[in-house]
Nanobody, 122 residues
Framework: QVQLLESGGGLVQPGGSLRLSCTAS????????MGWYRQAPGAQRELVAV?????????KYGDFVKGRFTISKDNAKTAVYLQMDNLEFDDTAVYYC??????????????WGQGTQVTVSS
């Protein structure tokens, strides 16, 4: 079983910054990607950023990020960090940690964290 532990959400003013952290624990053959999605009220869940843990994969960002967010990872800790700068009102959402692992070499499995609230408000 895979577990994800998130931290770092909160309230911030427009133009401010937040850093989200997520650590994974469990067992797997390897990890494909790990990162963050978000869901605003009444909207679909969307990709924020994922970091590639396999050398044949690449990091990906949502189109709305536009250079404001940076994802990084710590392989030894199986952790990802999302540095969010220049936050805007529209960034208000629940941010979910996400991991795509291979329990065995021939299959993939997705897991989600509980979510952490990010609110951008003046």
């Amino acid at each position: 079983q895979v577990q994800l532990l998130e931290s770092g959400g909160g309230l911030v003013q427009p133009g401010g910054s937040l850093r989200l952290s997520c650590t994974a624990s469990g067992t797997w053959y390897d990890i494909n990607v790990m990162g963050w999605y978000r869901q605003a009220p009444g909207a679909q869940r969307e990709l924020v950023a994922v970091a590639a843990f396999r050398s044949d994969l690449v990091d990906k960002y949502g189109d709305f990020v536009k250079g404001r967010f940076t994802i990084s990872k710590d392989n030894a800790k199986t952790a990802v960090y999302l540095q969010m700068d220049n936050l805007e009102f529209d960034d208000t959402a629940v941010y979910y940690c996400y991991i795509d692992v291979r329990p065995e070499r021939w299959r993939a499995q997705e897991h989600w964290g509980q979510g952490t609230q990010v609110t951008v408000s003046s």
